[in-house]
């Protein structure tokens, strides 16, 4: 056995090797030294060598990216394609999807309908442009869409979720049900299908059922909006504030700019008599969509509830403008004008109203205080007496009703013991 020994001491000798016949004697210092410097030259080889063979087969890192700036890449990489002509139906196609995920359906539609003029056979070009004439609530156009969709041989899941959509809308329950069945044979977790069968429930009247399908639908599908807003009417219609409200504070928190679901908000708090809160929501609902009419029309009946004329008054002018054929907004805007005092505009305004519809009882009996006004029959303030303010609900509750005084056909009256008269 080879025993070998190593003495560091102030001489630097090595003791002999067993077995030798020379005895081994050399510097300590020179010896450390030159085993340190190959052990170092041997570690580096080996670095190099482990270097080498990890950079030939180094990954490089994957850049990662947020959906919106995926989205919006594929967006300008799409367009380009599109600038050149190069597969101009399939990537307007491509286009007018992302624009669909992203809500921004007049784009989405505008794309799409430059993918069907391109080529009109496609059928998952028409089951894109029906869901966003679905969403648009074009909801004839979606029907026609989805019917040349199913012709054009789609089978999909999401062309059956559709129709089935569709059909619950039109009130035609038993073909939704149908399409609906075999929706969630293909595609038994689809947040979707969930969605409208929560829909056929609750428009069949079972609401508890109708919201066990809708809460599984926001399970399956965080990003179903409709989901959230339908769970919240339905709790409404079950004075169901606190649930309401949660429900829809889960929904703001996922889709903070949805005007929709302020306006759900407002009806909440006014349900709750907050009504400074729920016109907050209202007018939130109307900033983030101009074109809100309904959150123009609970703007006004709320103000006027608390005397508010000139907000109710400009409230209403939007609505005018957002929808011109609003029921009886001429008279609203003309009822607002009589209250601040302005007869000459509210009469303009009763009068447009009338015009519309001659047997509208309010606006005529606007009318007719506006004439006791001017003929000196009525005091200016008579009408802003407290017990005459409307107690307004769904358009206006200020109107009163006149009955007519009806004469009776026949009067016996007895004038003497001598003759009956008989007036006809």
Known sequence: MLNFAVKIGTEGTFPPVEGSSFPMKRSGSSFSLLLFSALMILGSLLQSCQNDARNSTRIPPVTKKSKAQWQTDALNSLSDLISRSIDIDLNYFKRSRIYFEREQYVQAMEDINEAISEKDNIGEYFLLRGKINRELGEIDNALEDAERAEALQQTSPDLYVLMADIFQVKNRFRE????????????????SAYYVKGMLQARQGDSLSSLSSLNSAITMNPRLVRAYQQSTIIYLKLKDYGQAMALNNRAIKRFPANPELYFERGEIYKNLSVPDTALANYRKAASLN???????????????????YYNALLAFQQ?????????????LV?????????????????TY????????QMSLYGLWRIRQRENGRMSPD?????NLEPNFKTLDTSRVKI??????????MKIDSSRNAKIQ
Do not use: W
């Open 290 to 308: 101009p074109k809100f009419g309904d959150a123009y029309f609970q703007i006004g009946a709320l103000e006027i509830k608390q005397r508010g």
């Open 353 to 360: 109203e009338t015009d519309k519809n001659p047997t509208d």
């Open 382 to 386: 008579f009408y802003s007496n407290e």
């Open 403 to 412: 009955d007519l005084i009806k004469p009776r056909g026949t009067i016996n």
């Open 176 to 191: 939704a049900s149908t399409y609906l069945a075999q929706a969630m044979k293909m595609a038994p977790y689809d947040g």
């Open 319 to 331: 609505l005018l403008k957002v929808n011109p054929n609003h029921p009886q907004i001429n008279y």
């Open 334 to 350: 003309a009822f607002c004008y009589e209250k601040m005092g302005n007869d000459i505009k509210a009469k303009e305004y009763f």
